[in-house]
């Protein structure tokens, strides 16, 4: 499972062990101030980072890939 | 008798100026006691004086930590305050976190600092080493944890005494301290080994960390051949919560059907959720469930599939136990419809 979060430092003192930045606690896959295809944009690049820390092979809490 | 110099740290809320729609404010600062701050400031009588109240946003102190840090970092120094009081926030997560890092600041800045808060809230996780006293779940024990509060900031602010957290009554910080007990241990060892077998209560001398360390699943070998199930926390229902899934404090998880559906749209679909400003999720869904760019994906042939359910709960002031138990549950349900791997967004 991996994590998608506004406050990843919480989700990883939790025992969340793959989390990825999202964007603001309101809109945490997106970002609604943007025109739609640039919110929609920001969102595949959270859902694919997400996707890449599925598939990557962790040891303990830890932010998977860039903001 | 010196006049002790009070400082009060609280959110948006407190302060009356407002719920989840002002949860960005920035700092600002007030004199004199605001919101809970008056019943604090008449709990010390004349041993001490509220001088300044600190207010700020949920949202700003958990999104723009430093920012926030550095405003609570010079408050502190131009009141100069002998006792930092934060809270109390309850069960507040996002307050409760912004209340143990003012605790944090306080202590950097040679400060005694106290605050009250539940005991799941997830400050005590930021910073462990704070002064907090138990409180209720919410502000129904209001007078309570402001009478503790004050008890134990007199003490932190005098230089008194202070005893362990069993005796005086604060949240356990993780200090252990040498010191000589009546018997050895191994006395001590073998008379809870059987109180514990036989039943009998008894109290460890170690206290396990609640949060538990969770193994790391391994990774899912081949993204394009798995099926991928979406979990979310941010309580995305559809339109009308037919399971009346509540805004906060819930106990349950629902499962809701997505076969076929390519998007969440505001019209079909909205958010619940009571513990941040909701109306831009309930209008587009998709930003907190990206199930448009996930279909986009499996079109794609970047993931094999979907569930064909999703899973959600209320994360707003749920019970640790609850939350246990709803993980196993929702895993257990999301295995049996044969997940390979699974994304939660936490909101």
Aim: glycine share 10%.
């Amino acid at each position: 499972m991996a994590v998608i979060t506004a406050l990843p430092p919480l989700a990883m003192q939790a025992g969340a062990n793959r989390v990825v930045q999202g964007v603001k606690i309101e809109h945490v896959c997106g970002d609604p101030a943007l025109p739609p295809e640039a919110d929609r944009a920001l969102r595949r690049r959270i859902v694919e980072q997400a996707l890449m820390a599925l598939g990557t092979d962790v040891q303990q809490p830890t932010l998977v890939g860039a903001v | 008798m010196t006049v002790l110099r009070v400082a009060h740290y609280i959110n948006q809320f407190f302060a009356g100026l407002g719920g989840e729609e002002s949860a960005n404010r920035p700092p600002e600062r007030r004199d004199g006691p605001v919101g809970p701050g008056r019943a604090l400031a008449g709990l010390f009588k004349d041993e001490g004086r509220l001088v300044s109240t600190l207010v700020c946003g949920d949202n700003f102190f958990a999104e723009r930590t430093e920012a926030a840090r550095e405003a609570v970092q010079a408050w502190l120094q131009d009141v100069s305050p002998d006792l930092v009081v934060a809270g109390p926030a309850f069960a507040a997560g996002r307050y409760g976190v912004a209340c143990a890092e003012v605790c944090r600041i306080a202590a950097e800045a040679g400060r005694a600092a106290v605050t009250g808060l539940h005991r799941e809230n997830p400050g005590l996780l930021i910073y462990r080493k704070a002064y907090a006293v138990p409180t209720a779940d919410s502000a129904v024990g209001m007078a309570q944890a402001l009478g503790a509060m004050v008890g134990l900031g007199r003490k932190l602010a005098t230089g008194a005494a202070l005893g362990p957290a069993e005796v005086e009554g604060y949240l356990p910080r993780g200090v252990r301290r040498p010191g000589l007990r009546e018997r050895p241990g191994a006395e001590r060892a073998v008379e809870m080994l059987a109180a514990k077998l036989h039943g009998r209560p008894f109290r460890t001398e170690l206290p396990v960390d609640a949060y538990e360390v969770v193994p790391p699943a391994s990774a899912v070998p081949d993204l394009r051949a798995a099926r991928i199930g979406v979990v979310t926390t941010g309580a995305i229902v559809p339109a009308g919560n037919p399971d009346h899934l509540k805004r906060c404090s819930e106990t349950r998880w629902a499962r809701y059907e997505i076969r076929e559906v390519e998007t969440l749209t505001g019209e079909r679909f909205e958010c619940v959720h009571g513990g941040f400003y909701n109306a831009m999720a309930s209008q587009n869904p998709n930003l907190v469930l990206p199930l448009d760019v996930l279909r986009d994906l499996q079109r794609e042939g970047a993931i094999g599939g979907l569930v064909d359910f999703y899973c959600t709960t209320t994360g707003n002031d749920q019970r640790l136990v609850d939350c246990k138990r709803n993980g196993r549950e929702i895993a257990a349900a999301l295995r049996a419809a044969g997940v390979n791997g699974a994304l939660l967004v936490a909101t």
